[in-house]
Each structure stands twice: as C-alpha cells, then as structure tokens.
Nanobody, 127 residues
Framework: QVQLVESGGGLVQPGGSLRLSCAAS????????IGWFRQAPGKEREGLLC????????YYEDSVKGRFTISRDNAKNTVYLQMNSLKPEDTAVYYC????????????????????WGQGTQVTVST
C-alpha cells in the first residue's frame, strides 16, 4: 500500500523550531520529487518548496526562504522539513506530496501535479 505519513507537528512559540518528517511506505521516495505544502484556516493550500530527484530545491514561498530547509534520508525513506524562526503566520496544516517524473530536476508548486499525499500535520505557532 502506497502511503505518505507526516509527523513532527505541534505547538511551538514564536522563534522556535520544528522538524517535520514525511515517511513513505510502499514506494521508494528517492525516485520521486517531494513537495511541502501548507493550508492555513480560511486560506488556500500553498506550495512552499520541493526537493527534486536530483536534489534541487526550488522555493515557491518567499516568506519561508532562509527559515525552512528540506532534506532527504534515503536510508530511512524519509524527507524532512526543518522549520526555524517560526512565526504565528506559519500556523497551518502541513502536507508532503510525491510525484514521479522522468526529469530528475522536476519539481512543482502546484498540488495538482502530485500523485501521493500525506494526511497532514498541524503546526501551531503561538505564545
């Protein structure tokens, strides 16, 4: 069964850090581009950044540049989203998604391009 599972969300104070994990089962993550998305209450889902099969990392949301980074651990079949200097406006449900394309540099900010999605993990930044 193909499945993505996010974990690592929670409540954190402004300025704090969290590391989200996106673990795959039923397929090998390193054959896929992995995107991270978020959706805040009352807002549309937005693409944040992606890691291609080749390791490229395009950022799609300016507000997370310099604060969020993405990495892979192929041995654990897991992709991570390290989030630093968190702000209240980062509060949202965070999702990872996977897409497989022949082009090793492929990534996309559009959720419709992705084949598999995790269930989401809540991140709340508040005092």
């Amino acid at each position: 069964q193909v499945q993505l599972v996010e974990s690592g969300g929670g409540l954190v104070q402004p300025g704090g850090s969290l590391r989200l994990s996106c673990a795959a089962s039923g397929f090998t993550l390193d054959a896929y581009a992995i995107g991270w998305f978020r959706q805040a209450p009352g807002k549309e889902r937005e693409g944040l950044l992606c890691i291609s099969r080749g390791g490229g990392v395009p950022y799609y949301e300016d507000s997370v540049k310099g604060r969020f980074t993405i990495s892979r651990d192929n041995a654990k079949n897991t992709v991570y989203l390290q989030m630093n200097s968190l702000k209240p406006e980062d509060t949202a449900v965070y999702y990872c998604a996977a897409v497989r394309k022949l082009r090793g540099y492929y990534c996309s900010q559009y959720g419709s391009e992705y084949s598999y999605w995790g269930q989401g993990t809540q991140v709340t930044v508040s005092t």
